[in-house]
């Protein structure tokens, strides 16, 4: 007979055959969960936990009409996936990247469950975007473009409803454009939107968060196995939010980054990478990495990609979904790699992850170890409603005690079902525990 995962694993295949991201998140989680599924098959099959689990509550798909600066009329394409809100108002970024379609949108939600239960607060899944392709456009067509995206997203969210955020393309110009549709719309100052900016109800650190809690993360990983950040080489891809903060803790932590990505190329620093100039290079300027190396002598730059080529002891991919491959994790490994965490989303396809973790290398999914950001975004949330707001040294605190905690717990899921050191299987674990004994005390929903 077949097994329970396995037959939700065909049903979930049948049904959403041209989704292959959100079949891959899929299969990597119920394929870890098996352990706990079979320990209580007969209540999570009769409650049919696994069918409801990958299955959104609700999928929005609308149209967003904009006008360019050339008085042209464009249309592209706006989702809201509210996955599941088991414990707590959907919460998830908002992506705005061309490759977006509704099963990238739906694997991100489907990750943004485990992952957000894994922050110990209360916040259920969801994720949303659309195709709209940022780059090259001017302010006043970013904000026709958000305008037009929340008068339509505005419809189905709330301060306890369903809370978006940043994602890629979505940072804290167009947070701010899209806070200030939904203020107009609804005639309400409210908590809506996490990364809002710091005048108008953001959070300290909240910026910083993903990648900060990415190496907090990392530091008490290595640290349990005795060693430090102290003098290692790391590599990491991405150029975004997540990797110059990630960067930039990793620095202070008194390792070397010597990498850094965007999607027509990549620089190798053997001096270590400067943060300033990569900000002002990515987030003042909005420019491309050649712009990076021609300031900065000891750069070189090369087209295409290749950061895993790198010989390092950490690697942190925090670029996008399926950027670490076979042939990456085999380049890591002879180059004497140690520890791969995730700082983007699913950055690891699977038979990557399964020969990291088959070679010794400690591996965290970005479920765990990214989760730094959203963790944030709940704290921001807290902030809103008690109508606060907490200083830098405070926040920072509590995401670094999220993030340890996180470690721990992950480690201990794993521990539990005899898979010590799989940490892959711990945090889809641990994530999914939460919600399903969430869902399973609130009956059929
Ligand atoms: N987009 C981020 C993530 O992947 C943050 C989401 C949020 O802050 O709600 O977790």
Wanted: charged fraction near 25%; include cysteine.
């Amino acid at each position: 007979m077949m097994s329970y995962v396995d037959e939700v694993l065909e049903l979930v295949k049948q049904k959403n055959a041209s989704e292959p991201e959100f079949l891959q998140a899929v299969t990597e989680v119920l394929n870890s969960l098996r352990p706990v599924v079979e320990a209580n098959e007969e209540l999570y099959k009769k409650n049919a936990i696994l069918e409801r689990i990958t299955e959104p509550d609700r999928m929005i798909m609308f149209r967003v009409p904009w006008v360019d600066d050339k008085g042209q009329v464009q249309v592209n394409r706006g989702y809201r996936v509210q996955f599941n809100n088991a414990i707590g108002p959907y919460k998830g970024g908002l992506r705005l990247h061309p490759s977006v379609n509704l099963g990238i949108i739906k694997f991100l939600g489907f990750e943004q469950i485990f992952k957000n239960s894994l922050t110990s607060l209360p916040i259920g899944g969801g994720k949303g975007g659309s195709d709209f392709d940022p780059k090259g456009k001017s302010d006043r067509e970013i904000m026709a473009f958000c305008q037009s995206f929340m008068t339509e997203l505005s419809k189905y969210i709330g301060a306890d409803v369903d809370v978006p955020a940043g994602d890629i393309g979505t940072g804290a110009r167009e947070i701010g454009f899209m806070f200030g549709q939904y203020k107009r719309i609804k005639g309400m100052f409210e908590g809506v939107l996490t990364g809002k900016g710091l005048t108008y109800g953001g959070s300290l650190a909240r910026t910083e968060a993903t990648g900060y809690g990415l190496l907090y993360l990392t530091e008490e990983l290595i640290k349990c196995h005795g060693e430090s950040m102290e003098g290692k080489t790391v590599v990491v891809s991405g150029a975004g939010n997540v990797a110059i903060y990630a960067t930039q803790k990793a620095q202070q932590m008194g390792a070397k980054v010597v990498t850094c990505s965007d999607s027509t190329g990549w620089i190798y620093d053997p001096e270590g990478i400067d943060v300033a100039l990569l900000k002002e290079v990515k987030e003042v300027k909005r420019a491309r990495l050649t712009e990076y190396a021609a300031a900065r002598p000891s750069a070189q730059y090369h087209e295409g990609r290749g950061v895993w080529q790198i010989k390092c002891d950490i690697a942190l991919p925090c670029a996008t979904q399926n950027e670490l491959l076979l042939d990456d994790a085999k380049q890591l490994v002879a180059n004497g790699c140690k520890c791969v965490c995730e700082g983007a989303n699913m950055p690891t396809t699977i038979d990557a992850t399964e020969y990291l973790q088959a070679n010794g290398v400690w591996f965290v999914g970005g479920k765990a170890a990214n989760a730094g950001g959203v963790a944030t975004s709940a704290l921001e949330m807290s902030q809103n409603s008690e109508r606060l707001s907490w200083s830098f040294e405070e926040v920072d605190a509590k995401l670094k005690g999220i993030m340890v905690n996180i470690y721990h717990n992950i480690d201990d899921a794993a521990k539990r079902y005899g898979m010590e050191g799989n940490y892959v299987a711990g945090a889809n674990i641990a994530g999914f525990e939460k919600v399903v004994n969430a869902m399973l005390a609130q009956g059929v929903c």
